[in-house]
């Protein structure tokens, strides 16, 4: 079982940056693609980012292309999310997943494992 651990989120103003952590229990060479999710009040949850095993392939929702880095160290077992010039809608609680088995990044059925998320507020 592999348990995942973020840290980071808190409250920021509009244009502001914010690195999300994730901290994996287990080797993240275990672990093939890791991505990132996030559910905003009253709305279902989505697709952020993603990188692949050996993090040479990203994925990313196009509202946050441009804005949002996501890096992986399987040194140390770490996700990250690096968040620039963020907004309003940029509001919600984040949480770090991982797949066993590589899978399309974007779809939320495909990971097998999920942190207990962070919160992440924009607001001026």
């Known amino acids: 079982q592999v348990q995942l651990s973020e840290s980071g989120g808190g409250l920021v103003q509009p244009g502001d940056s914010l690195t999300l952590s994730c901290a994996a229990s287990a080797r993240t060479y275990s672990l093939k693609t890791m991505g990132w999710f996030r559910q905003a009040p009253g709305k279902e949850r989505e697709f952020v980012a993603a990188?692949?095993?050996?993090?040479?392939?990203?994925f990313y929702q196009p509202s946050v292309t441009g804005r949002f880095t996501v890096s992986r160290d399987n040194v140390n077992n770490m996700l990250y999310l690096q968040m620039t010039n963020l907004q309003p809608e940029d509001t919600a609680v984040y949480y770090c997943a991982a797949q066993t088995e590589t899978r399309g990044a974007r779809d939320a059925n495909n990971y097998a494992y999920w942190g207990q998320g962070t919160r992440v507020t924009v607001s001026s």
């Open positions: 990188i692949n095993y050996g993090g040479g392939v990203t």
